[in-house]
């Protein structure tokens, strides 16, 4: 359990973690899932306190999902923390989620896309992956990003809708506290119109 967990590194000012409380169940999955290059596997760095996966200026680094358990009970349950690829074409994959027919679905992923759109067959696994096992998502977005220039965040809300899970958005990469703090109104405002996020959270996982 964290109860009002607060963290700030040292030689900085500003919290990491601020007032932050959760109560982690036998076998939660946490998953973080966002946009390559959103900072996924440098939170997973941050909450570890490990040096773990790839971290690297350049897109799909993270090419399969990673699990690590982030606290271990005495009775043996955990709550884990899955370091997940990145979404890559998410307007293709929302359409491709947006299909009713769950033999075409199946079909035109397993056969098609498989071999003629790996990438996108990822995406799909992904998706289905998250839907089946996860319990919550965290989802980075980068607060150097105005909302009206992040166009790829509709598709990945309407995906992660699709997934069903309750969505956790993490405001990283605040730099400046004034600009950061404007910015984050912007970003609050602005996910406030998708019902699949349950809460905004400023949270730097490259801290």
Excluded at 35 to 51: A, C, E, F, W
Excluded at 142 to 152: F, G, I
Aim: aromatic share 8%; charged share 25%; glycine share 10%.
């Amino acid at each position: 359990m964290f109860d009002h967990v607060n963290l700030i590194y040292p030689g900085h000012d500003r919290a990491v973690l601020s007032d932050i409380s959760f109560t982690a169940k036998p076998g939660t999955v946490t998953a973080i899932v966002g946009r390559s290059g959103s900072g996924k596997t440098s939170l997973v760095r941050t909450l570890l306190g490990q040096d773990v996966g790839e971290v690297e200026d350049a897109p799909d680094v993270t090419q399969a999902l990673a699990a690590y358990d982030l606290v271990v009970a005495p009775d043996g349950g955990a709550l884990r923390l899955w370091d997940t690829p990145g979404f890559g074409d998410s307007f293709r994959l929302a359409g491709r989620l947006r299909r009713k027919q769950r033999w075409l679905a199946w079909l035109v992923r397993e056969v098609w896309d498989r071999r003629f759109h790996p990438a996108l067959w990822r995406g799909q696994r992904l998706a289905l992956e998250l839907r089946a096992r996860a319990s919550v998502v965290l989802y980075p977005v980068n607060l150097l990003e105005s909302p009206v220039d992040a166009v790829y965040v509709l598709p990945e809300l309407e995906i992660l809708a699709w997934v069903g899970k309750p969505v956790l958005v993490l405001l990283n990469q605040g730099g400046d506290q004034g600009a950061g703090d404007r910015r984050a109104a912007e970003w609050r405002h602005h996910l406030g119109g998708f019902p699949v996020v349950q809460r905004v959270l400023c949270l730097d996982g490259y801290t």
